[in-house]
C-alpha cells in the first residue's frame, strides 16, 4: 500500500519560512519524480514544484521560483519543500505527490499516481 505523509506545516509570520516533509512507503521512490501541490480553500489545486527521480532537474511554478526549493533523498524516501519569505498568499493545504514516470517533471495534477493527505500552512500578518 502506498502512503506519502507530509509534515511540517504550521502558522508562520509573513517573511518567515517553513519546510515541509513527504515520506514515501510501499512504492519504488526512485520509479518516480515528486511534486507538491497546494490547494486554497475555494480554489483549484495548484502546481508548486517538482523534482525527478536524482534530483537533477527540478520544475517550479512562477508563485514559487525565488523563494521555494524542492529536493529528495532516496536513501531516505523523502521529498522536501523548502519554504522562504512566505507571504499570506501561500497560505494552503499542501500536498506531495508521486508523479507517472521518474524521469521527467509535469505540473498537470492527473498525471501524479498516489497522493498524500497534506498539511496546512498558514502564514499571518
Known amino acids: 500500500q502506498v502512503q506519502l505523509v507530509e509534515s511540517g506545516g504550521g502558522l508562520v509570520q509573513v517573511g518567515g519560512s517553513l519546510r515541509l516533509s513527504c515520506a514515501a512507503s510501499?512504492?519504488?521512490?526512485?520509479?518516480?519524480?515528486m511534486g507538491w501541490f497546494r490547494q486554497a480553500p475555494g480554489k483549484e489545486r495548484e502546481f508548486v514544484a517538482a523534482?525527478?527521480?536524482?534530483?537533477?532537474?527540478?520544475y517550479y511554478a512562477d508563485s514559487a521560483k525565488g523563494r521555494f526549493t524542492i529536493s529528495r533523498d532516496n536513501a531516505k524516501n523523502t521529498v522536501y519543500l523548502r519554504m522562504n519569505s512566505l507571504k499570506p498568499e501561500d497560505t494552503a493545504k499542501y500536498y506531495c505527490?508521486?508523479?507517472?514516470?521518474?524521469?521527467?517533471?509535469?505540473?498537470?495534477?492527473?498525471?501524479?499516481?498516489?497522493w498524500g493527505r497534506g498539511t496546512q500552512v498558514t502564514v499571518s500578518l
Open positions: 505527490a508521486a508523479y507517472i514516470i521518474y524521469y521527467a517533471l509535469g505540473h498537470n495534477p492527473s498525471d501524479y499516481d498516489y
Open positions: 510501499g512504492l519504488t521512490f526512485t520509479r518516480h519524480a
Open positions: 523534482i525527478n527521480w536524482n534530483g537533477s532537474s527540478t
